[in-house]
């Protein structure tokens, strides 16, 4: 089945630090790929997403690639601000051409990013 | 405009109890999705609604999950006997006509029981 990993922290950065959450993922085929963001008090919204491979999403400074030969879609920001801290979710959908059905989102664990001024 | 919404917000219930569990979608939108975020098992997928269809229930934790959707609007998730493992954040989340897999889902704010 279809599966995401992700570091799950919290993870602990100063302002204007520079951000990398890993993320890999396990499917067959071509899946869409998305990361989520939870801040605190709020519901889920979604921060970026890229559909095929080599894609990158961008959203509010931060990016990331879809990179199929390592099934991993790392999120990354250049310099991280205090308002950024929140719970970031890596998830995935599958596609037709990977058989999906359902076409729930996959979600990994979340992680916990604190950063402070 | 008007986001997802869910109903009631806080739920507070006795094991064995039944429980209903409300989700109105943006309008518009043709998919809908239930979802349940707990400490332990993380975000999981339940059952996702095309139109009133629903072509998997394979997600739902176990036959005393049921969930339906009518007029291609609002859904519901029943939960019946409740147990103390239900405890939980359900949430809801519509997404707009198009390829399902491709389009960002819109997250309701949740429904969160709590079963005693």
């Known amino acids: 089945g279809n599966s995401v990993t992700q570091m799950e922290g919290p993870v602990t950065l100063s302002e204007e630090a520079f951000l990398t959450i890993n993320c890999t993922y396990t499917a067959t085929g071509y899946p869409s790929l998305f990361w989520y963001v939870q801040y605190p008090g709020e519901g889920l919204q979604l921060l970026l997403k890229?559909?095929?491979?080599?894609d990158k999403g961008s959203n509010k400074g931060f990016e990331a690639t879809y990179r199929k030969e390592t099934t991993s879609f790392h999120l990354e920001k250049g310099s991280v601000q205090v308002s950024d801290s929140a719970v970031y979710f890596c998830?995935?959908?599958?596609?037709?051409?990977?058989?999906?059905?359902?076409?729930?989102?996959?979600f990994g664990k979340g992680t916990h990013l604190i950063i402070q001024p | 405009g008007a986001g997802v919404s869910q109903s009631p917000s806080n739920k507070v219930t006795e094991k064995g109890k039944d429980v209903e569990l409300r989700c109105d979608p943006i309008s518009g939108h043709t998919a809908l999705y239930w979802y349940r975020q707990s400490l332990g098992q993380g975000l999981e997928f339940l059952i996702y609604f095309q139109g009133n269809s629903a072509p998997d229930k394979s997600g739902l934790p176990s036959d005393r999950f049921s969930a339906e959707r009518t007029g291609g609007s609002v859904s519901t998730l029943t939960i019946q006997r409740t147990q103390q493992e239900d405890s939980a954040v359900y949430l809801c989340?519509?997404?707009?006509?198009?390829?399902?897999?491709?389009?960002?889902?819109?997250f309701g704010p949740g429904t969160r029981l709590t079963v005693l």
């Open positions: 890229a559909t095929k491979a080599d």
């Open positions: 998830a995935l959908t599958p596609t037709m051409y990977s058989g999906g059905g359902a076409d729930g989102l996959t």
């Open positions: 989340a519509s997404s707009p006509p198009g390829p399902t897999s491709y389009n960002e889902q819109f």
